[in-house]
C-alpha cells in the first residue's frame, strides 16, 4: 500500500473507534468519514464491508490493550495496574456495542473473532493479575476469565447513556475487594 493509503487506514480505524465508542447506534459510516476527514468512497476502498470496518477496530483495540498491560505493569504499583487495564476494557466495550448497534452486526457471526480476543485479553490481565498476587497485595482465588466475566458482566448490566461511569465505579468496588487486607487469608480462598 502506498503511504496516503495506509494513513487514510488508519485514520478510518482511529475514527471509527471514537465515533462507534461515543455515538453507539446514532453513529453511522458517514460521520467516521468525515471525522477521519475522507470522502466515503475512500472508507468503502478499505473496508467494502460493513463488519471489515468492525474488525479492524475491534482488532486494534485488543491489540492496545495487550500492550497497555505491558507498560501498566512496569509503570504502576500491581493492583492499579489491574485496575487502570479494566478501566481501559470499559472503552472496548463501549467501542463494541456502539459498533454492534451502529453496524447491525450480529455477535454470534463473530465468535471466533471473540474467542480469540478473549484468550488474548487473559493473558495480558493474568500477567496482571499474577504480579499482583506474587506481590502479596491481591487474593489468589480468582482467575483471569473471571475478572474478565466479571467486568463484561458489570458493562452488560445497563445500556442506558453515561453507564461507563456507573461501571468504572464498580470496577473499583471490584479491584478494592480483590485486594489482600493485612496478608490475612480471603474467606474461601483456595488452598
Known amino acids: 500500500m502506498r503511504a496516503d493509503s495506509i494513513r487514510n487506514r488508519e ?52 491489540a492496545e490493550l495487550a500492550d497497555l498491560a505491558d507498560h501498566l505493569a512496569e509503570s504502576h504499583e500491581p493492583v492499579e495496574a489491574v485496575r487502570l487495564w479494566l478501566h481501559a476494557n470499559v472503552g472496548l466495550v463501549a467501542t463494541k456495542k456502539g459498533m454492534l448497534a451502529a453496524l447491525a452486526i450480529a455477535a454470534d457471526g463473530r465468535t471466533e473473532l471473540y474467542a480469540e480476543s478473549f484468550e488474548r485479553l487473559t493473558r495480558a490481565v493474568g500477567g496482571l493479575i499474577t504480579a499482583a498476587v506474587e506481590s502479596g497485595a491481591m487474593r489468589p482465588d480468582i482467575s483471569a476469565e473471571e475478572v474478565l466475566w466479571a467486568l463484561i458482566g458489570m458493562c452488560h448490566m445497563r445500556n442506558q447513556p453515561g453507564w461507563q461511569s456507573g461501571v468504572l465505579k464498580l470496577v473499583d468496588v471490584f479491584v478494592d475487594g480483590l485486594r489482600m487486607c493485612g496478608g490475612a487469608e480471603p474467606s474461601g480462598a483456595k488452598v
Do not use: N
Not at 467516521?32 to 473496508?47: D, E, S
Open 11 to 62: 485514520r478510518l480505524i482511529e475514527a471509527a473507534a471514537d465515533v462507534f465508542r461515543t455515538g453507539g447506534g446514532e453513529a453511522s459510516l458517514e460521520a467516521v468519514a468525515r471525522k477521519a476527514g475522507v470522502g466515503i468512497g475512500t472508507l468503502y476502498r478499505h473496508f467494502p464491508k460493513r463488519d471489515a470496518l468492525f474488525e479492524a477496530v475491534y482488532r486494534r483495540e485488543v
